[in-house]
Each structure stands twice: as structure tokens, then as C-alpha cells.
């Protein structure tokens, strides 16, 4: 049975958020993805956790896509890599139900299938 994304995810785009000074939060942006690895390096954290920051918090199985670029790539976040909300330069995507589609599936054929 063919499914379109938005039937089995949530999409959405990352926040434009001006980082300070804080010790809170890491913004992720496209030059804290380490290829090799295919996982980001979280940077310091610059962003204070507030009311806009917690609606865009990555949440364990969130795919982000990179949006702009020529260098496109997907990661599948987890909540070990510490608490990070994504750039504007990126798209997030949230599967709604696991048991219809596995977020690094997903990601690898969002990647792969381009």
C-alpha cells in the first residue's frame, strides 16, 4: 500500500532563533554534521531554553533533512547527542507512528531515493 508523506509524518522547518549566550541548548547548523559519522557534533550550546525554544526542541526519532545547500543529507536525531533545536536550514520531520514506518528508514529513502 502506498502511503504519501504526509500521512505517515509531521513536517516542519527549523527555527530562526538568535543564539546569546547560554548554556542551555545547541543550535544545530549545517556545519555541525560530521559525514563520516553521519551524526551531527553538537556545538556549545547557544540558545536558552524559553517558550519558543521548547516548541522546536528535537525530540528522540526526529529526521533532519538538509534544505539548502548542494550538500544535502538526513540524520536521524537521538536524544544522546544532548538537547538541540534545528537552524533554518533545515526541515524536521517527525514520523507519527513507528509501527507504520522506522524514522532511519525513512531517512535512508529520503536520502537515497533523491
Same mark, same amino acid.
Given at each position: 500500500?502506498?502511503?504519501k508523506?504526509?500521512?505517515?509524518?509531521l513536517?516542519?522547518?527549523?527555527?530562526?532563533? +538568535?543564539?546569546?549566550?547560554?548554556?542551555d541548548?545547541?543550535?544545530?547548523? @549545517?556545519?555541525?554534521y560530521?559525514? #563520516?559519522? $553521519?551524526?551531527? *557534533?553538537l556545538?556549545?550550546?547557544?540558545?536558552e531554553?524559553?517558550? +519558543?525554544?521548547?516548541?522546536?526542541?528535537?525530540?528522540?526519532?526526529d529526521? @533532519?533533512?538538509?534544505a539548502?545547500? #548542494?550538500? $544535502?543529507?538526513? *540524520?536521524?536525531?537521538h536524544?544522546?547527542?544532548?538537547?538541540?533545536v534545528?537552524?533554518?536550514?533545515?526541515l524536521?520531520?517527525?514520523?507519527?507512528?513507528?509501527?507504520?514506518?522506522?524514522?532511519?528508514?525513512?531517512?535512508? *529513502?529520503?536520502?537515497?531515493?533523491?
Amino acid at each position: 500500500m502506498q502511503k504519501k508523506i504526509q500521512d505517515i509524518a509531521l513536517i516542519r522547518l527549523g527555527a530562526y532563533i +538568535k543564539e546569546g549566550i547560554s548554556e542551555d541548548i545547541g543550535y544545530l547548523h @549545517v556545519n555541525d554534521y560530521d559525514k #563520516a559519522e $553521519n551524526r551531527f *557534533v553538537l556545538p556549545k550550546p547557544s540558545l536558552e531554553l524559553n517558550d +519558543k525554544t521548547k516548541k522546536h526542541l528535537l525530540l528522540e526519532g526526529d529526521i @533532519v533533512l538538509a534544505a539548502k545547500g #548542494a550538500s $544535502n543529507f538526513c *540524520v536521524v536525531y537521538h536524544e544522546d547527542m544532548g538537547r538541540a533545536v534545528a537552524s533554518s536550514s533545515f526541515l524536521v520531520i517527525s514520523v507519527i507512528d513507528g509501527n507504520i514506518v522506522n524514522p532511519d528508514y525513512l531517512s535512508w *529513502v529520503l536520502y537515497y531515493a533523491r
